[in-house]
């Protein structure tokens, strides 16, 4: 791994240590690769995910735009799952990435959807 990765890793283990989701309040986790951006509700008591999103589902992947503004619609739908399941309040999991650019979309997507963190 190179060094870039590594220090991620480091920030992630980090963030993980001091944040987990449980039924009422899970944590919204955040994988970023380079064309795609993909988005789960994680029940960290249980070990199981409650709900995703990815920019890779035919509603999202069929539209226009560039990859913030995918990422963002990420975020809408993953709040659209959420309200559907009665979860409104989650725990953000940044997985160690900067709060900036495609994270921050998502974040303020899923805020805008009536996720609440």
Do not use: C, W
């Not at 240590?17 to 380079?34: E, H, M, V």
Request: glycine share 8%; no cysteine; net charge positive.
């Amino acid at each position: 791994m190179n060094s870039k990765v590594k220090a991620r890793q480091k920030i992630r283990y980090r963030i993980r240590k001091k944040i987990s989701g449980s039924a009422s309040k899970p944590r919204l986790s955040i994988f970023r690769s380079n064309k795609d951006i993909y988005v789960q509700l994680i029940d960290d008591a249980s070990q199981t995910t409650i709900a995703s999103a990815s920019s890779r589902q035919k509603d999202i992947a069929t539209q226009k735009g560039d990859k913030v503004s995918t990422s963002k619609l990420v975020g809408e739908a993953i709040a659209k799952k959420s309200q559907e399941l009665g979860i409104k309040d989650v725990v953000f999991d940044r997985s160690g990435y900067l709060y900036h650019g495609r994270i921050k979309a998502v974040a303020e997507g899923a805020r805008e959807g009536g996720l609440v963190f």
